[in-house]
């Protein structure tokens, strides 16, 4: 910038008294907004004993030193010393003007805000603020336009880098601590729970009276005690799908804990293969429990007990899977303990290789406003209506509606109404979003959004993204998550959804 367009921007200014206080307040109350919310914001996540505390204080305490060291090596000169005019507020500092301290201060509060608090409209007003303080410090003299975007660009690639890094946390406004919470469930009541389930719920002719559903299941207990023994040795090292979650740090039905209790910190999973399923008739359908391992989810503190959604996901998802196993549906799950699957692409892979006839992804919610009122389920599907060469469907997107319209269905049976957040259909519960990055799948059409229904649809895997409920919201928690009983009935749903679906194609 030169003199004259510095001279141009602050002239106006120069020699009018008022405007020129009116600057040196609105400097002050700027620069006050960040220094002061900050603190509160601290206070909070210790008060809700939230690990992210520290990514909260370390964050922009040590990128707040790295540019006061930057600033202070480079040691660039102020506008008044270029210029050599007086600067518009009192301000006599030589040098360490790039980048401006000021605005790199309050635009990292503000990501703070927006990335780890429930108040990301907070967050919003305080990046309002950093851009008219950043005009503010330009115009006053005490810096170049440089300056203040540089500082400004540094904090938000600080805050994209560095509170993407999950530290047990998951997504905005969610308190964790290391405490994990799995749920109990003896294996005497699962045994009766199954066949009371069986019962009520035939999936196929051949289950259609108690009598015979009795008998099916009873044998196919049987086959399963059998099988462990004869297939465990092979099955174990080639797959996470062991039928009894026995390798499960998240422990199935049969073996679980106290919830609330704390559990060892999961080993790195050795790679498996794929087992691929012979080509003998049988559904296979892939549970898909979201999340696990590092990536922890949505995450809340309830009663002094950190709920994880990764915890969650997984106990329904091996509820679900017993109950689908027992009505002679295969069942392959892309994990079965608390492991880190590297992507969503690598679900769907497994799924695929594995001979997957459906895909069916389980989570638990959070609102998208941080609104603590938000409830209800949604279920996530497909817009396109691309068929995939390798696809068995000819119709994978009524297959995909229709199979989550049914899991919606039990879910509002038990009492759960459809979500109007994420701005899912009111109606409908469902939920159907295109992409943005203009990628389009080989026929032409938009690509999906969402990286598991993106890549079902490029194997031509009928799926769906099921939210159960809020874990945002106290009451949703209170309803339908916080006993193993509920958590059943979540299960029983969306077994119950998926069988109808089977049976009625």
Known sequence: MTKEKFMKYTGPFRGNEKWTRGLHILNRILTAMGYVSYPFLLIYLIWTKDVRFFQALLVPGISFM???????????????????????????????????????SIFIIAMTFLMLSPWTWFGIVLLAAGVFLAVVRVLTGVHFPRDVIAGALFAVVVALVFYSI????????????????????????????KEEFTKEEPATEELATEELATEELAT???????????????????????????????????????????????????????????????????LDPGHGGSQSGCTFNYDGVQIYEKNLNLTIA??????????????????????????????????????????????????????????????????????????????????SWNLAASILGELQGIGIPFTTDWNANENSGMLQRPGTSGDTYEDGSNMDYYGIINSAMEYGIPATIIEHAFLSNESDYRNYFSSDEQLDALAQADARGILNYLASR
């Open 66 to 104: 790295a540019v006061s060291l930057f600033r202070a090596k480079l040691n660039a000169p102020r506008p008044y010393e270029v210029y050599e005019e007086a600067p518009l507020i009192p301000k006599e500092t030589r040098g360490h003007s790039f980048p401006s301290r000021h605005v790199f």
């Open 166 to 193: 999950d530290f047990g946390a998951g997504s905005h406004s969610k308190s964790v601590d290391n405490t994990e919470y799995v749920t109990e469930a003896g294996k005497g009541t699962e045994e009766s729970t």
């Open 220 to 286: 196919e207990e049987l086959a399963t005690e059998e099988t462990e023994t004869e297939e465990s040795a092979t099955e174990e090292a080639t797959t996470n799908e062991n039928a009894t979650g026995e390798n499960a740090n998240v422990q199935s039905e049969s073996t679980g804990v106290e919830q609330g209790t704390a559990v060892a910190e999961p080993q790195p999973p050795v790679p498996q293969a794929p087992v691929i399923p012979a080509d003998d008739g049988i559904i296979t359908v892939c």
């Open 318 to 399: 091996l509820k679900v899977r017993d109950y689908l196993t027992a009505n002679g549906i295969r069942v392959i799950m892309t994990r079965s303990d608390d492991t880190t699957v590297p992507s969503l692409s690598d679900r769907v892979d497994y799924g695929f290789q594995n001979g997957a006839d459906y895909f069916v992804s389980l989570h638990n919610n959070s609102s998208s406003t941080g609104d603590p009122n938000h409830n209800g389920s949604l279920a996530i599907v497909t817009t396109s209506h691309y068929i995939a060469p390798t696809s068995l469907s000819s119709d994978v997107y009524g297959e």
